[in-house]
């Protein structure tokens, strides 16, 4: 068995990588393990909010990776080496009340790449359980590759809020998750995708990619919040023509804000989704919860099959994920990536592992 040389971008402190040597087995590989060679690693937005606060003990970030598989585990029958892969980043323990209840996504003793004391993939080489590695096809390329991961997240959101042809959507937030929420959206057949960010050049970004529509939101929102939520909707609604609200209202950035829009946009009987992370407790308008007959829905991670999903809708260019990635950095200059990243510049950025 070999064990290869592996190179690790360890985030040792806030803002602070350090490059690290270290063999890649530390125990023999398992029965059930494979060996994947790191091609491409997306950088994403908690990946870099981790950068910005540091973590309790030093580990490489990075979960958003595809790669080669160059070594089985004894028992592995269906990988072989060569092989392309995703790789899933979670490992939910399969024994817990809500695994055998298939709610793998919400594991009570969940391990996760760059969560310590598990090391991420910003790495030359992993060691993973075969079944997290699933295969891509060659006509999927390793940067398309390295955006698999938050796109099997936007899967999974379609499955929660049940998107479906013909629906009329709102979302706030055009970072790369909010994006790739629209391209699946719009993939499902949605009728309007009108996406919603404090940055104009994120809103044209959007539109010309992904939504069908899309507005500026004030960054500053002066006086009662929830009156201008409703104001602010209200005259966008009528310039699209839907007066009567949106089917299903999705907030992808955790501003207060952009949740009350997201209910003053719905319509009565609407869904509304989060997805952003909230650091404070927001207010919400309960009453429309009600009056409305809303539903509301949370939705975490990914549940079986939405990597094999999302690989299928990039593979039928039902979703184009290449837009995104704005630029590319070796991994040996990981500090220069997230340092481009804190200047906003980029949507995406990838990581090639092995240079
Ligand atoms: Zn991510
Ligand atoms: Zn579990």
Known sequence: MTNPANLLAVLVGPKQFELQNRPLLDSPLKDDEVIVQVISTGICGSDFHTWTVGLPSPVALGHESAGVIVELGSGVKDRSVGERVVIE???????????????????????????PPTDGTLCKYVRITAIMAVPIKDTVSWIEAGCVQPLAVAVQLGRRANIRAHQTIVVFGCGALGLLIMAVCKAYGAKRVVAFDIEQSRVDFAVKHYATDGFLVPRDIQGDSMAFAKEFMTARLKELGLSFGVDVAIEVTGAESALQMGFA?????????????????????????????????????????????AVDLVDRKLVDVSPLVTSTYPLTKTQDAFEAQSRRGDIKIVIMNQE
């Open 265 to 309: 946009s719905l319509r009565a009987g609407g869904t509304y989704v989060q997805t952003g992370l909230q650091h404070k407790p927001p207010r919400v308008p309960m009453l429309q919860v009600t009056t409305k007959d809303l539903t509301i829905v949370g939705t975490v991670r990914y549940t079986p099959g939405c990597f094999e999903d």
């Open 89 to 115: 980043p979670g490992y939910p323990c399969l024994k817990c009340y809500f695994c055998i209840r298939g709610q793998p996504n919400t594991c009570s003793n969940m391990k996760h790449f760059s969560i």
